[in-house]
Structures are given as structure tokens and as C-alpha cells.
């Protein structure tokens, strides 16, 4: 099965920064859709970025201009640079690959929490 592994939450101020990492194992990393969510306390789950196989982002309107998803194949890692933080931020974010080469499949890491404070 396939395994993700979210890193670098944390508490940071408003303004601040965070990066962090979402770590794959388990399959090989071609061909794989790869985004992040997040949930925020007492909201639903909504989309914050993507990055699909050959490249190409998308970003939610609500982090444009502050945040950039990128990836490492070579290490099977996805990233999410987080700039200029704002308390509406705080929430639990997740990692999700989708899995469309070989055998097809969609994965979910548990989370890691992101914190700013006023």
C-alpha cells in the first residue's frame, strides 16, 4: 500500500512562514497527482493546492500569491511553501495522491497541524 507522510506544521506567527512536506513510499511516484487540503476546527475539508503529473499547479484563491505546491520525484516528495501566513490558515493539513498508472488509487496522509497565532 501506499504511504504519506505529512511534516513541518507547527505554531508560527501571523506573517510567518512554514513549509511543509508530504513524503510518498510504497509505489513509484510516476504518473501521480499529488495535493493538499485542509480542515480547519468546525469547517469542512477544502482544497488548497495541487500539482499533477507532468507539472502543472493549481492553487485555491484563498492562497494565491502566498502559497506554492511543488514536488521531488527523485525523493517522492511533495511540498507546500506557506508564506505570509494569516490565522484563517490554522487548520489540519492533508496530503492526497492519486495513484493513475498501473493499479489506479487514491491516498490520504493523516495530517499535520499548522497553527498562527495573532
Known amino acids: 500500500q501506499v504511504q504519506l507522510v505529512e511534516s513541518g506544521g507547527g505554531l508560527v506567527q501571523a506573517g510567518g512562514s512554514l513549509r511543509l512536506s508530504c513524503a510518498a513510499s510504497?509505489?513509484?511516484?510516476?504518473?501521480?497527482?499529488m495535493a493538499w487540503f485542509r480542515q480547519a476546527p468546525g469547517k469542512e475539508r477544502e482544497f488548497v493546492a495541487a500539482?499533477?503529473?507532468?507539472?502543472?499547479?493549481v492553487h485555491a484563491d484563498s492562497v494565491k500569491g502566498r502559497f506554492t505546491i511543488s514536488r521531488d520525484n527523485a525523493k517522492n516528495t511533495v511540498y507546500l511553501q506557506m508564506n505570509s501566513l494569516k490565522p484563517e490558515d490554522t487548520a489540519v493539513y492533508l496530503c492526497?495522491?492519486?495513484?493513475?498508472?498501473?493499479?489506479?488509487?487514491?491516498?490520504w496522509g493523516k495530517g499535520t497541524l499548522v497553527t498562527v497565532s495573532s
Open positions: 500539482i499533477y503529473w507532468h507539472g502543472s499547479t
Open positions: 492526497n495522491g492519486e495513484w493513475r498508472s498501473g493499479l489506479p488509487g487514491d491516498y
Open positions: 510504497g509505489r513509484t511516484f510516476s504518473n501521480v497527482n
